[in-house]
Structures are given as structure tokens and as C-alpha cells.
């Protein structure tokens, strides 16, 4: 099984990105990348990096190379709200694959997995206190994914991941934002928080599979079963 991801130097694409070369059901991971990655995971036999100069124009050759994956998890985005990051991008994937694919023989539907967040809002005339501009065009993002999926349900299915904070095991290395949710999880408890590799585990497993999965799932389900799928790999 090969399964495509993007967004693999940040801390949770790169969490999912070691998940994925790790799962024994996955043959092969393309990253899509602007840069090299890190010298430890850039030579593992089960990875393929392709430069792509601009994620908002998908050369055809490079889409046609890659139809036969069967998932992508798409892990790139800002904490400030970009709208060609956070917005144009990720939707420019969809429809360029889409196309690829509805051009295809039947298949198995791809599995799009986008990382979103708690906090993200699909309704655009909410009133919000803090975060509107970044939390408003994910929430486009999500919309648009979602819809997709809908009105193409025999090449597509989206799962739209909504974690809360993300911690990771070592937060002062892992910089501010993993402190801060260290902070809330101390301050609203672990419902509000997840491990980085409870989620890592979580995204590679829909990308594997998700068989029975909501198509948007809250921050309690992301934990509970990551959880469990890292005990799982301890047997």
C-alpha cells in the first residue's frame, strides 16, 4: 500500500510520516516536499521524496505517477491563517487527484485524511472572540474537503482530523506550541489534549484504513483510539 502525505518536516506530518514507514501494511510513503527532509528519515527504503515547487499547480505527470496510492495525509498548514496554505493548497490536491482518478477504472475510494483542529470553525458568519481569520478559512478548508467526498463518493472519502492541543513527550524542544498544550491540558484536562503519537497513529491508521470512521472526528476519538493503536504496536 503507498500512501502519499504532506506537510512532513512539521512535528505532527512528521509524527504520521514515522507512523506510516513503520505500519507493517504500507509498502511505500511519498513526501511531498519542498526541501530534503532530515537525513534520519530521508534514507529509509520505504520513502520517496518529490519536490514540488508550487503545491497549488500539480504537474499531471507527477498526479499520474501517484494514482495508484491509496491515501493522503495532509499535514501542512499556519497558525496565523494563510489562505493559500491554509485554504487553496490543501483543495488544490483534491480536485487535481480527483480528476486523475475519475478518469481511472473503479477502485477502492483514496482516503484524503486532512489535519484541521478543535477550534476550527465551517461557519463563516460565527461570531468568534479570538483566532477568526485562521480558524474561519480551515473551516472553509473543511467544508470544501467534506463536500468533495460527498458529491464524488466512488473515487473519494474524506476524514477530517480535529485534535486539540498537541503535546508531544519532550515539550521544550518541540517549541511553544506544544507548551502551551501541555499548559491546557493542566488547565481544561486531557479531553482537550492529545499525544503527538496518539494522533501520528491515528492519521496513518484512516489512511490505512478508517473502516467505520467518521468523516469528522473530535479531539475524545483521536486520543482514545491512537491509544490504542500504540498499545496494539507493544504486543
Not at 107 to 112: A, G
Not at 118 to 143: A, H, S, Y
Request: hydrophobic share 45%; aromatic share 8%; net charge positive.
Amino acid at each position: 500500500m503507498k500512501i502519499l502525505i504532506v506537510g512532513a518536516s512539521g512535528m505532527i506530518g512528521r509524527e504520521a510520516l514515522i507512523q506510516c514507514l513503520a505500519h507493517p501494511s504500507v509498502s511505500s510513503v511519498v513526501a511531498f516536499v519542498r526541501r530534503d527532509l532530515p537525513a534520519d528519515v530521508a534514507g529509509h527504503p520505504k520513502l520517496e521524496c518529490v519536490v514540488i515547487k508550487d503545491f497549488a499547480v500539480w504537474p499531471e505527470d507527477v498526479l499520474q505517477a501517484h494514482s495508484d496510492a491509496a491515501a493522503m495525509i495532509w499535514a501542512m498548514g499556519t497558525y496565523s491563517g494563510s489562505v493559500t496554505v491554509d485554504f487553496e493548497y490543501p483543495c488544490a490536491f483534491v480536485e487535481s487527484m480527483g480528476r486523475v482518478l475519475e478518469a481511472k477504472p473503479p477502485r477502492t475510494p483514496f482516503r484524503y485524511v486532512l489535519l484541521s483542529g478543535r477550534f476550527v470553525r465551517q461557519n463563516q458568519e460565527e461570531k468568534l472572540w479570538w483566532g477568526d481569520k485562521p480558524r474561519k478559512i480551515k473551516g472553509r478548508t473543511d467544508t470544501k474537503v467534506l463536500e468533495f467526498a460527498k458529491s464524488h463518493p466512488n473515487i473519494w472519502k474524506s476524514f477530517v482530523v480535529k485534535p486539540g492541543g498537541v503535546v508531544t513527550k519532550n515539550a521544550l524542544a518541540d517549541g511553544f506550541v506544544s507548551i502551551a498544550a501541555k499548559a491546557g491540558a493542566i488547565v481544561f484536562g486531557k479531553g482537550w489534549t492529545v499525544q503527538n503519537e496518539e494522533l501520528g497513529a491515528f492519521m496513518t491508521y484512516l489512511a490505512v484504513s478508517g473502516e467505520g470512521e467518521d468523516a469528522l472526528i473530535e479531539n475524545e476519538r483521536i486520543a482514545k483510539r491512537g491509544r490504542e493503536l500504540l498499545e496494539s504496536q507493544k504486543q
